[in-house]
């Protein structure tokens, strides 16, 4: 009976539906298949790096590293350098989660865009007694004089020949900061 009944009733559907295959596609139209841009987010300076007052030292959404010493924080939960110095990250070493903390020793930083001014020269003709005690010129480019041997891979374009020694910066010039004049100043601001 129950194998009748069955029988009956999916004739019924059969007859009372029928759909044939579509000859046609149908038109769809998607949803959500625009994004925008990413935001550069990040770390834009890193520990140990010099950074100038209002520099751009992490950008970020929420508070993943926190504002320390000598940090602003903009509406963006942007991270600025307040003053001149030395960027440092360090961790709360008391709080249960790993909450990080970006500071900026301050410090004067040397100036490495420029090269420093030469010293004070007489004109020869003008001042020809004093010209006698003039520095010697500072040549920074200088062609080398031996040939230089250069392993040179041919990919289609022309290379000069001409070699170049690299520039050469007064001893004077070199900055005197050294890794363990920053821990003296970071063991000062903590205590």
């Known amino acids: 009976m129950i194998k009748a009944f069955a029988q009956n009733y999916f004739k019924s559907l059969s007859e ?6 579509a000859t046609k596609m149908q038109a769809s139209s998607t949803q959500k298949t625009k994004d925008s841009a990413g935001r550069r987010l990040g770390v834009k ?3 140990g790096e010099e950074v100038f007052p209002n520099d751009i030292l992490i950008r970020q959404r ?11 924080v903009g509406k963006d939960h942007t991270i600025h350098s307040k003053v001149e110095g030395i960027v440092h990250f360090r961790r709360d070493p008391y709080k249960f989660k790993k909450t990080f903390y970006v500071d ?16 004070y020269s007489y004109h020869p003709e003008l001042f020809p007694e004093l010209a006698k ?7 920074l480019l200088k062609k080398s004089e031996e040939k230089v041997e250069v392993q040179i891979k041919q990919q289609g374009f022309k290379i000069s020949a001409k070699q170049y020694k690299p520039i ?7 900055p005197e900061f050294q890794l363990s004049n920053l821990q003296q100043q970071l063991s000062i601001n903590k205590q």
């Open 168 to 174: 050469e910066v007064p001893i004077d010039y070199k």
């Open 133 to 139: 005690n003039n520095p010697e010129p500072l040549v």
């Open 45 to 47: 300076k890193f520990g």
């Open 16 to 21: 009372s539906i029928y759909y044939g295959f």
């Open 62 to 72: 929420g508070f993943r590293w926190k504002p320390g010493q000598n940090t602003s």
């Open 104 to 119: 900026v020793v301050p410090r004067e930083n040397p100036n490495r865009t420029h090269y420093p001014p030469p010293p």
